[in-house]
């Protein structure tokens, strides 16, 4: 089932010099070096309004190979400049992580559609719910329904 997405408007080639620099001191403070495909794929991530597959991601993006997509993904995803989405088990999908609010999403077992959900337990305290950790760093919360579309 392919994932729907409602992407934004401006296409890729009228990206501002800003947001250029922009990803270039991001990736800088973040010690990474400042390819050409890092930049790409961090423009053309902070321009879909949901995370993407790679498979699209590949398409829109000057990644030499591959190869270097996965990779490059990788290092940004270390670095939480991009999220990893698992939203079902056949692929992940990516967004940018710089200037989004902390959220979680939703998805359409149907049909794949993906939405954004600015809703967020509160974070455990880990003294009562885990006797081998010391503290909650992070956390990660799928939603899966039927969207109005397939309902």
Request: proline share 4%; charged share 25%.
């Amino acid at each position: 089932m392919p994932m729907k997405t409602t992407q934004r408007k401006q296409p890729l080639k009228q990206l501002s010099m800003k947001s250029n620099l922009v990803f270039t001191e991001l990736l800088r403070n973040a010690g990474l070096k400042t390819t050409g495909a890092r930049i790409s794929i961090c423009e053309t991530l902070s321009q879909e309004r949901f995370p993407i597959s790679i498979s699209a991601l590949a398409k829109k993006v000057s990644a030499p190979n591959q190869s270097t997509l996965y990779r490059t993904l990788k290092n940004l995803v270390s670095k939480e400049l991009v999220r990893e989405i698992i939203a079902d088990k056949k692929e992940a999908r990516y967004e940018i992580a710089f200037g989004r609010k902390h959220h979680h999403h939703i998805t359409c077992t149907n049909c794949g559609t993906i939405d954004d959900i600015h809703v967020c337990p509160p974070l455990l305290d880990t003294k009562h719910c885990s006797k081998k950790f010391t503290k909650v760093t992070g956390h990660t919360l799928e939603f899966f329904g039927i969207c109005k579309t397939c309902a």
